[in-house]
Structures are given as structure tokens and as C-alpha cells.
T-cell receptor, first 114, second 112 residues
Framework: KAGVTQTPRYLIKTRGQQVTLSCSPI?????VSWYQQTPGQGLQFLFE???????NKGNFPGRFSGRQFSNSRSEMNVSTLELGDSALYLC?????????????FGPGTRLTVT | GENVEQHPSTLSVQEGDSAVIKCTYS??????FPWYKQELGKGPQLIID?????GEKKDQRIAVTLNKTAKHFSLHITETQPEDSAVYFC???????????FGPGTSLSVIP
């Protein structure tokens, strides 16, 4: 069974630009969560989608947004990039969500903002 | 909201020794506690998890214990091997949806 895939793996953008990252979950998984990982803040929850609906959101500004398609693939968008947005962006998929979840992570997209 | 603390931040052990990583959480409603291993250049990988109705779970050289009263949970790795070297994250899940809160991580080094 194929794992979670994320594209692109590496990205370099300039301050003020916007970026879209893509995540394809494990086949059959309907929940996709996004995380930002930085050396200073660790792993921080961005948002979670289930059946095309955002169910939960972390404490990030509105510049961070996402969506999920009918095939469960998900995209996240960051507008007006800032230097502090440089991070590894991870997505994770799980079957259906709920309080007991087994999340499987993708390899991440390394975003560098210059 | 939930807050997860993790200690130590770095841990160095000799090959063959045991390693213990401890975590505490703040939200008594949390009922799912996964542990992840992250190797350099890769995403976190789920290695073991425990639910609130279980006090201990073991999988080969890895075991996790949970004390709900004290809101503590721990990861125990026995007979450590160099390939166990990685960053380990504990996490706790709130009772709704898929919001998982992670600890800050422990960098484990196993010295051959």
C-alpha cells in the first residue's frame, strides 16, 4: 500500500509570494491533517480535513488555508509569505478520525522563504 | 487547550542499554497517546500508541506506560541499537476529531 505522498519535496519562495502544497493520503483514508515543523516551535497543528470539510484548526493566521477534494487529496496554501514561514510542512492521513487515531505522515515539503 | 511536555530533550545511551522518555499532558480528557520516531529527512513514523483504557503496551523492544491519574506516559526502549537513534515525539489527542498535540521531542543517540 502506497504511503502518504507530498509534493513538491522542496520549495524556495520569496517574501510576499504565495505557495500551494499538495498531499495525497493513503488510499482509503479520509482524514488529512497538516502540521508545521520548525526547530524553535516543534510540530504544530495547522488544520484537519475530513470529507472535504475543515473540522479543526490550530492557532495560525488566516494566511494559512487549506482544502480537501472529493478524492481526499488535500492542498494547503500560504499567502503573503514571511521569512518565519520557512519550515517543514507535514501532512498526515488517517482512516476516519475521532479520538483514537492512527496517523501516518508523509515525508514533508521543505519550504524556504528568502 | 492541551499541552504536552517531554523530557529529556536529549538522551545518549550505550548500545544495549535501555532508554526512557517521559511525557506529561494537561488535558484530562485526552485519551489517545501515540509515539512517533522521526529520522533525519523523513516525516514522523508512528511506532506505538496507547489508549486510556490500557495501562501498558509492549511491542518487541518498545513499551509504553500510561498513568492517567498523574497524567504521565512514558516510552521504554530496551536493548537499544544504533538504528534507534532519532528524534522521538510523544503526543496526546483531544477527544474530538484529529487534533493531536505533540511534545517538543527527544533526540536519542545510541552509541555503538
Amino acid at each position: 500500500k502506497a504511503g502518504v505522498t507530498q509534493t513538491p519535496r522542496y520549495l524556495i519562495k520569496t517574501r510576499g509570494q504565495q505557495v500551494t502544497l499538495s498531499c495525497s493520503p493513503i488510499s482509503g483514508h479520509r482524514s488529512v491533517s497538516w502540521y508545521q515543523q520548525t526547530p524553535g516551535q516543534g510540530l504544530q497543528f495547522l488544520f484537519e480535513y475530513f470529507s472535504e470539510t475543515q473540522r479543526n484548526k490550530g492557532n495560525f493566521p488566516g494566511r494559512f488555508s487549506g482544502r480537501q477534494f472529493s478524492n481526499s487529496r488535500s492542498e494547503m496554501n500560504v499567502s503573503t509569505l514571511e521569512l518565519g514561514d520557512s519550515a517543514l510542512y507535514l501532512c498526515a492521513s488517517s482512516l476516519a478520525g475521532g479520538p483514537e487515531v492512527d496517523q501516518y505522515f508523509g515525508p514533508g515539503t521543505r519550504l524556504t522563504v528568502t | 487547550g492541551e499541552n504536552v511536555e517531554q523530557h529529556p530533550s536529549t538522551l545518549s545511551v550505550q548500545e544495549g542499554d535501555s532508554a526512557v522518555i517521559k511525557c506529561t499532558y494537561s488535558d484530562s480528557a485526552s485519551n489517545y497517546f501515540p509515539w512517533y520516531k522521526q529520522e533525519l529527512g523523513k516525516g514522523p513514523q508512528l511506532i506505538i500508541d496507547i489508549r486510556s483504557n490500557v495501562g501498558e503496551k509492549k511491542d518487541q523492544r518498545i513499551a509504553v506506560t500510561l498513568n492517567k491519574t498523574a497524567k504521565h506516559f512514558s516510552l521504554h526502549i530496551t536493548e537499544t541499537q544504533p538504528e534507534d537513534s532519532a528524534v522521538y515525539f510523544c503526543a496526546a489527542s483531544e477527544t474530538s476529531y484529529d487534533k493531536v498535540i505533540f511534545g517538543p521531542g527527544t533526540s536519542l543517540s545510541v552509541i555503538p
